[in-house]
């Protein structure tokens, strides 16, 4: 179950009177079970029916899929350094030759942006 308006504000009060522990204890009593991760909180919370964050107020629905596609990235980071240490490049060369051209110059060093620009479009 997720907040009710009427308890995101009753969890307003409780969090002025005992801080971010207060809400928390606050949504058990009242049997809130829907958590979500909250950026602002930098932890998952409990929810309210209109997708905020009961203990911050915060908008979530979008937090929760950046925290996840920050999670799959940083996966993919420690797949990358694993390939690298057993000099297996083969997934890595696929995944970066399906980047836009434009970001993989950025990614280099600007002094070497000059020698690839005319694999850019309308260079």
């Known amino acids: 179950m997720k907040a009710t308006h009427e308890q995101y504000e009753q969890a307003v009060r409780r969090y002025d009177i005992g801080g ?23 932890t998952d919370t409990p ?30 980071l420690e797949q990358v350094k694993r390939d690298i240490e057993v000099g297996d490049h083969t997934a890595i060369f696929e995944l970066l030759a399906t980047c836009p051209v434009s970001d993989l110059i950025a990614f280099l060093p600007e002094e070497k942006w000059d020698k690839f620009t005319s694999l850019q479009p309308n260079k």
């Open 20 to 42: 971010p522990s207060a809400v928390y204890r606050y949504a058990a009593e009242i049997g809130v079970d829907s958590n979500s991760y909250c950026v602002p909180c930098e």
């Open 47 to 76: 929810d309210c029916d209109d997708d905020c964050c009961l203990v911050c107020g915060d908008y979530k629905p979008n937090h929760r899929k950046t925290h996840m596609k920050d999670t799959l990235i940083c996966e993919v």
